[in-house]
């Protein structure tokens, strides 16, 4: 039983460096989310996908911030020009049906 | 006023006891509701979900949710010091963003 994988599972990063983070869903799900997480705080809403379209994005994401999932498979999330503010766990998750979602084991970013 | 609200915690109970964790919410659009579990350290797992009024029961735990009220709650009954850990709770509106409280804190005395 393979769940949802993300990698790298940890980046360190200098501010104003770009980062990239992957995540491969459950195969059969189409359904798509990411989300951030800081401490002491329950996972806040980025963006999500259907398939390959991205049908809803947080207002909360800045342009700095943006997610592909070609072909409706694996998701990429990219943050450009890092700043210390975006030190936080990215967690993806997956689902078949509506909202009930799966996590994977989330990428921890530090940026110094 | 935040959109889902849970008290933060420690709630601490002895083994054995219920466990009762509480959670209200602000829209009342709101359709769908989930309780995640989340051991220090790990991603949130998915462990009950209730759609209707009313209560919803799967193995020891028990959703409770009262839409006029906005309030949704979780039993945990005959707790196990494996329970201890952050209980999430989060609302769906019917679009496709789910809005996560901040956690309960739990932790089962053995």
């Known amino acids: 039983d393979t769940g949802v994988s993300q990698n790298p599972r940890h980046k360190i990063t200098k501010r104003g460096q770009n980062v990239t983070f992957r995540c491969d869903p459950i195969s059969e799900h189409n359904r798509l989310y990411w989300y951030r997480q800081t401490l002491g705080q329950g996972p806040e809403f980025l963006t999500y996908f259907q398939n390959e379209a991205q049908l809803e994005k947080s207002r909360l994401l800045s342009d700095r911030f943006s997610a592909e999932r070609p072909k409706g498979s694996f998701s990429t999330l990219e943050i450009q020009r890092t700043e210390q503010g975006d030190s936080a766990m990215y967690l993806c998750?997956?689902?078949?049906?509506?909202?009930?979602?799966?996590f994977g084991p989330g990428t921890r970013l530090t940026v110094t | 006023q935040k959109e889902v609200e849970q008290n933060s915690g420690p709630l601490s109970v002895p083994e054995g006891a219920i466990a009762s964790l509480n959670c209200t919410y602000s829209?009342?659009?709101?359709?769908?509701f989930f309780w995640y579990r989340q051991y220090s350290g790990k991603s949130p797992e998915l462990i009950m979900f209730i759609y209707s009024n009313g209560d919803k029961e799967d193995g020891r735990f028990t959703a409770q949710l009262n839409k006029a009220s906005q309030y949704v709650s979780l039993l945990i009954r005959d707790s196990q010091p494996s329970d201890s850990a952050t209980y999430l709770c989060?609302?769906?509106?019917?679009?496709?963003?789910?809005?996560f409280g901040a956690g309960t804190r739990l932790f089962v005395k053995a």
């Open positions: 829209d009342r659009g709101s359709q769908s």
């Open positions: 989060a609302v769906s509106t019917g679009g496709f963003k789910t809005i």
């Open positions: 998750a997956s689902s078949f049906k509506p909202y009930e979602q799966y």
